[in-house]
């Protein structure tokens, strides 16, 4: 049989594992600059956590995980009636009560819910972990992904929902990638279904609006004039997503289309505060306006954001929002919250074809100690094990081969160093130290190499 992975996910080896630490590793410094805690959640979570919080498109992208012992031949009627049930669309315990995790945002919602009385509130956590969903595999969307999420639970003042705007910015900032960060409000969303007298069936205007840069601007209306809507709701309609010009102008605008609603008052306002606020703080805000923006799952209420690389065509690289009852799924009502996302797996794809990471990333090991026969070796081992003290990173090439191989082997692991101890180093307490970027090479005091070698850890830290 041919060795394969399922198709939608990934293997990462070393040089893209060091990339893709550099992302996580960039994202969790900010995280931790701004006060977050750290948190992870198991893979699985009960069925019931996870269905009807991401809405009826999101519920069929759930991975569910059979139960245990299904091949019991006391259990086959119950068995064959539960698939058949699984493959009408239900749900039956009998067959699944576990899924894996679709996001972080639901986990994190179960567990204030789970530790509420425990938790000191405003609670703020991060988390960076795998999520999957059973998506139809393509550039930038898999089947298995990380997020590196970021939540408060516990407030409901706008300076939190800034802070991601400030956290954004930071991060994309420190990666070299000119993103885009937009921002809606949900109430504003809510405000136009009212206006156009859908009501109830305010989230089907929303996936479609949330659709609006896949299927453009005619598709949006002809699927909205579907929902029933008059002439003069899908005038407004069109009016609300042709809304343009700066920040302040797109405000005045809407507030004019949609002012008189009660809902979009309200969310204009909050957008407002939270505009000031990251305005005056920064000499050109990174935060443009954009009512187009919906983020199709359920459970926002609030400020929504979305981050897109300008220069790559990509979908979103990051989002979140304010949910300010999730936790009330879970039996604790009241608890606001307010999150963000980053998407690993799309910021890696966007810095590899931008070219952004680092050089220093490739190198892994520094020294390699070249092996020049079994007593030579064993003098060498003793001062591999000193250089590692010094947080040197180094390894000694275990079999006996030819120096051309052993060199061949280090300058395709991209390795910076060779050292050379013969028996004549032995005698003498040297080393040969061979510069394998520069091909060149020096006889030094053992103590000397040390010291070199310590100064090149410095100057690569630095």
């Not at 091949?71 to 576990?98: F, W, Y």
């Not at 003498?428 to 040390?450: G, W």
Request: hydrophobic share 35%.
């Amino acid at each position: 049989m041919k060795p394969s992975i399922p198709q939608g996910n990934r293997d990462f080896g070393a040089d893209k594992l060091r990339q893709r630490k550099y992302i996580t590793n960039t994202i969790e410094a900010v995280f931790l600059l701004y006060g977050f805690e750290p948190l992870e959640t198991p893979a699985m979570e009960n069925l019931e956590t996870l269905t009807g919080k991401y809405g009826a498109e999101g519920d069929k992208l759930i991975f569910k995980i059979l139960n245990n012992g299904l091949n019991n031949p006391a259990k086959e009627q119950v068995t064959r009636e539960g698939i058949e049930n699984i493959l009408k669309g239900k749900s039956d315990k009998n067959i699944t009560e576990r899924a894996l995790r679709y996001d972080l945002t639901i986990p994190f919602a179960r567990y204030v819910a789970m530790n509420y009385g425990q938790l000191t509130m405003p609670y703020k956590r991060y988390q960076i972990q795998p999520v999957w969903r059973a998506d139809r595999p393509q550039r930038g969307r898999y089947r298995e992904f990380y997020q590196c999420d970021a939540d408060v639970a516990g407030t409901y003042s706008y300076f939190s929902d800034a802070e991601f705007a400030c956290i954004y910015s930071e991060v994309f900032s420190r990666l070299k990638i000119p993103v885009a960060i937009k921002i809606n409000n949900r109430k504003i969303l809510y405000a136009l279904a009212e206006t156009c007298g859908l009501g109830e069936a305010m989230q089907s205007l929303v996936i479609i609006i949330d659709k609006l840069d896949k299927i453009g601007l005619k598709k949006v209306v002809e699927e909205s004039a579907a929902l029933g809507l008059s002439e003069k709701s899908i005038e407004i309609l069109q009016q609300y997503l042709m809304i343009s010009g700066s920040n302040a102008e797109k405000l005045a605008a809407v507030k004019k289309l949609l002012g008189n609603n009660a809902s979009g008052m309200k969310g204009i306002e909050e957008l407002n505060e939270i505009l000031s606020l990251i305005e005056e703080n920064f000499k050109e805000s990174p935060v443009v306006v954009d009512f187009n923006l919906a983020r199709g799952l359920n459970y926002y209420t609030g400020t929504i954001y979305e981050v897109q690389a300008k220069d790559v065509v990509m979908g979103s690289i990051g989002g979140g929002g304010r949910y300010d009852d999730l936790t009330g799924l879970f039996g604790i009502p009241g608890v606001p919250g307010v999150g963000i996302s980053f998407g690993l797996d799309r910021i890696y794809d966007v810095m590899e074809e931008l070219n952004l990471f680092p050089e220093t990333l490739q190198q892994g090991t520094t020294i390699l100690f070249l092996n020049m026969g079994e007593k030579e070796s064993r003098y060498a081992f003793g001062i591999m094990q000193q250089c590692r003290q010094l947080g040197i990173s180094c390894e000694l090439y275990f079999e006996k081969a030819k120096l051309d191989k052993q060199i061949k082997y280090a300058l395709k692991r991209k390795i910076h160093f060779g050292v050379i101890i013969g028996s004549e180093e032995m005698e003498s307490k040297e080393a040969v130290l061979k510069d394998l970027n520069k091909n060149s090479q020096e006889k030094i005091a053992i103590s000397r190499l040390y010291e070199i070698l310590t100064n090149h850890k410095i100057s690569r830290e630095v």
